[in-house]
């Protein structure tokens, strides 16, 4: 059985940092992505990356602040968050592509398995 578990979230000050954690377990994927959702809005690409080479894709938004890597041996992706601005508020999921082409995607319905979602808040 497939899961991911994220884990991470929380409140923080702007100009604050936060790492998140998802545990992936159940079988190999391709490419990992992290997204957002904040209230009333439409969920959001944030960043994915490839587990074979590390490859990594981000949205301009977050391009600079946030940095997405993995760790092959415990099968957990993170998310590290610097610099955070209210704006960044939203839950957080993580979701696992199990193949495809693009190796990387910024489309939600690409990815097969998804997160609990973990909430990041950030104050101002």
């Known amino acids: 059985q497939v899961q991911l578990v994220e884990s991470g979230g929380g409140l923080v000050q702007a100009g604050g940092s936060l790492r998140l954690s998802c545990a992936a377990s159940?079988?190999?994927?391709?490419?990992m992505g992290w997204f957002r959702q904040a209230p009333g809005k439409e969920r959001e690409f944030v960043g994915a990356?490839?587990?074979?080479?590390?490859?990594?894709y981000y949205a301009d938004s977050v391009k600079g602040r946030f940095t997405i890597s993995r760790d092959n041996a415990k099968n957990t992706v993170y998310l590290q968050m610097n610099s955070l601005k209210p704006e960044d508020t939203g839950v957080y999921y993580c979701?696992?592509?199990?193949?495809?082409?693009?190796?990387?995607?910024?489309?939600?319905?690409?990815?097969?398995?998804w997160g609990q979602g973990t909430q990041v808040t950030v104050s101002s």
């Open positions: 990356i490839t587990w074979s080479a590390g490859n990594t």
């Open positions: 159940g079988r190999t994927f391709s490419s």
């Open positions: 979701a696992a592509r199990v193949n495809g082409i693009p190796a990387i995607s910024a489309r939600a319905g690409r990815y097969d398995h």
